[in-house]
């Protein structure tokens, strides 16, 4: 978004003094007409004005047929006529003052070629007045404080619920699909934006307004694709506002065959889901964890680990337990003196002091806030769970409950999820008029507590996560470009990949180029026996594949034979002898570990870190993170790895050295920071050994 495009000039899109509605005639079935009817029944107010093809009278607002009619410079203007009619209609509008538009108008991009230079055009005009669009191709805008809404279907504003929650959404459908879920779930909307195909304004403009909106507490993103994706987790990071992505199309794989290990096993769905642990976006799978999650965030936040059940069933609290474990809660037992304070109220003389609290023999149900507000005087716990199941006769008390239980969350601001079994219909009413979250399984409630806790628990980490201090040398930077600049082809040659690795620090087992055997005679004894030889070869993607690669050679005998016939297989499947070979010293034991790193086109600079060698892409058992790191991110990822528990030894092995392995990510991430000129790095395998780690291949593969 330009510097220039302030909160104030988006408040001019959702809270318009002056607007007119274009395409508007009197017929009953105009979808123009549809949208200035809806902005009449929200009660926008506003001066609203028509414009058509003709003059007329609808809506008791006369039908101009002329821009120059119109009063000059109205804040906002709603298009949707035929697409080859839009680009002369917006040159008019932008030379009449109007900044602002919503182009609801198909037919453009997503239709054809010629659809796609209209909106080419279109973008150009905006460009020459100044114009910020939202669209074309979507449903527009709603804001339930302003009365706007510019849906172009006959709305009931019954339908649409005022709430704190904005929604912004690459489908129109999804918007109406979600703002009936919210409304259903007694949540609400305060502003929706339907994207459309994005011309100008972009989810990461919307997203920049809506964290600092003061009527929006929680916002919702919905997206097909992530075009900014690095500039959307960054946003994220900063927002003091939970933001809740469902992210679709999933299947797509990508067209470009992956050039090494790293660009297959970090995948568009890897990047995405480890770029949103990391900068704490909260991804839903499905639109109902979309709601869960709403609810979840709609309460006050969960700031810690322990969890404090109440329970009128136990068999619902056995529930809870499994719920508890599967999210990583505690169920600290509750203490001496809260159980004094409920012992009045239950029908036996010895209470259990475990942790969920069975209430089934607790009758008086006026003793459930107090018991909660007893849990939360005493500081029992970091988030409550009540699990109330009744029927018909109870249903005045059972709604008491939630009132007072409502107003101790909201006093003390703590979370407290109601989990209420009862009939639908008293479910749907509490929903509807309670104004605040219930849920109708306790898997869900745990669930919307998790993502709460993990979200705030990110945020902190994010905030408070000390610069990790690196000393690399001094020309780093400038030895790592001038190897690059020496390239011969994208793919850097094995030794240049080496000392690019070299130049950071990153340590390299000892190695050196030779061009026939007398020189890799002598290297391999200054090196000392057992060697690898390895060609370097610009017609080799994957060495083994082709035989590239001869491991443990112990004497000069055999070193001269390994060379003869690695010229041997090149020449029998039809590629050019290596006229070079990379001599490595021959490294036993340690864990063969993957070091790697991709730069997507979205996210930019990404780092992968997994079980390395052959096993790779067999096992992907890989960690995520998207550059730069901090130490506290390294640490992260090698926890996330099935495989963590190899690193710190088994059966009398010794553990591996994961203060070098962090070290050693720290420096690709710096590499990749540096030099954007590298497109992918795979450094596999890596062996680390209980003290220090040695690279021993590495692949780079530069921008075209």
């Known amino acids: 978004m330009p510097a220039s495009f302030t909160r104030k000039n988006m408040n001019q899109i959702f809270y318009p003094r002056s607007l007119v509605v274009v395409g508007v005639s009197d017929k009953a079935d105009n979808l123009a007409r549809h949208i200035a009817s809806n902005l009449i029944e929200f009660g926008y107010q506003g001066e609203l004005y028509l414009l058509g093809r003709n003059e007329g009278y609808t809506l008791d607002r006369p039908i101009y047929n002329s821009v120059k009619q119109l009063p000059a410079g109205l804040d906002l203007a709603i298009i949707l006529t035929p697409a080859e009619t839009v680009p002369g209609l917006l040159d008019e509008l932008g030379a009449h003052g109007i900044r602002y538009a919503v182009i609801e108008s198909a037919g453009f991009s997503e239709f054809s070629e010629e659809g796609a230079k209209l909106e080419k055009k279109i973008h150009q005009i905006a460009q020459k007045w100044g114009m910020r669009l939202i669209g074309p191709n979507c449903i527009g805008i709603i804001c339930t404080e302003s009365g706007i809404c510019t849906i172009f279907v006959p709305t009931d504003p019954q339908e649409i619920r005022p709430g704190t929650i904005s929604l912004v959404s690459q489908s129109g459908g999804v918007v109406l699909t979600c703002i009936d879920m919210l409304a259903a779930a007694g949540l609400g909307i305060s502003k929706s934006v339907s994207v459309g195909n994005k011309v100008d304004l972009k989810e990461s403009d919307y997203l920049a307004y809506l964290v600092n909106d003061l009527a929006t507490q929680v916002i919702l993103l919905y997206l097909e694709s992530i075009v900014e994706g690095r500039q959307l987790v960054e946003l994220a990071a900063q927002s003091p506002k939970p933001i809740i992505v469902y992210k679709s199309n999933t299947s797509q794989a990508s067209a470009k065959i992956a050039q090494s290990h790293t660009a297959a096993l970090a995948n568009d769905e890897g990047i995405v889901n480890a770029a949103f642990r990391q900068f704490g976006i909260t991804r839903a799978m499905t639109f109902r964890e979309m709601m869960i999650y709403s609810k979840g965030f709609v309460l006050p936040p969960v700031r810690g680990n322990r969890l404090a059940v109440f329970s009128r069933s136990g068999g619902h609290a056995i529930i809870a337990v499994d719920c508890a474990s599967q999210f990583g809660f505690e169920l600290p037992p509750y203490s001496d003196e809260l159980i004094e304070k409920a012992q009045p109220f239950f029908r036996v003389n010895v209470i259990e002091r ?4 069975d209430l ?58 109601l989990c209420y079994f009862t009939e639908t219909s008293e479910f749907n009413y509490l ?27 990110r945020l902190e980490l994010l905030r408070t996560a000390p610069t990790s201090a690196l000393f690399l040398p001094n020309d780093a930077q400038s030895k790592a470009h001038w190897v690059i600049s020496r390239k011969s082809s994208a793919l850097l040659a094995l030794d240049q990949a080496m000392q690019v690795c070299e130049s950071y620090g990153l340590p390299v087992a000892p190695w050196a180029k030779v061009y026939n055997l007398s020189q890799a005679v002598e290297v391999s004894a200054r090196i000392g026996y057992p060697v690898v030889v390895k060609a370097i070869s610009e017609q080799v993607t994957h060495k083994t594949d082709v035989g590239a690669v001869a491991l443990n050679i112990p004497d000069q005998v055999l070193l001269a034979s390994a060379m003869l016939e690695m010229e041997q297989r090149f020449s029998q499947q039809g590629l050019e002898p ?3 070979f990379l001599i490595q010293k021959m490294l036993n034991g340690g864990r063969e570990m993957i070091l790697g790193a991709k730069r997507d086109p979205s996210f930019g600079p990404v780092l992968l870190l997994g079980l390395g060698g052959i096993y790779a892409e067999a096992l992907q058992d890989i960690a995520i993170r998207l550059a730069p790191v901090s130490r506290a991110d390294v640490e992260e990822m090698l926890n996330e790895l099935r495989g963590a528990r190899l690193l710190r030894g088994i059966r009398g092995q010794p553990p591996a050295d994961r203060a070098a392995l962090v070290d050693a990510m720290l420096r690709l991430s710096q590499l990749m920071m540096d030099c954007e000129e590298i497109l992918e790095i795979d450094l596999n395998p890596a062996l680390v050994f209980e003290h220090g780690l040695q690279i021993v291949d590495a692949r780079i593969v530069l921008k075209t």
């Not at 475990?354 to 609290?357: A, G, H, T, V, Y």
């Not at 699990?387 to 407290?416: D, G, M």
């Open 354 to 357: 475990m942790n969920p609290l």
């Open 360 to 417: 089934g023999t607790v009758f008086n149900f006026e003793a459930y806030p107090v018991l909660i507000e007893e849990a939360i005087r005493l500081n029992q716990a970091d988030a409550i769970l009540l699990i109330f199941n009744y029927r018909r006769e109870t249903i005045p008390i059972a709604r008491e409950v939630a009132e007072k239980i409502k107003s101790l969350s909201q006093q003390h601001h703590i979370p407290v999820a």
């Open 578 to 580: 290596p006229e070079q």
């Open 431 to 457: 929903e509807q008029n309670l104004g605040f979250p219930i849920f109708s399984e306790v898997y869900e409630a745990i669930q919307a507590l998790a993502a709460s806790r993990d979200h705030y628990r």
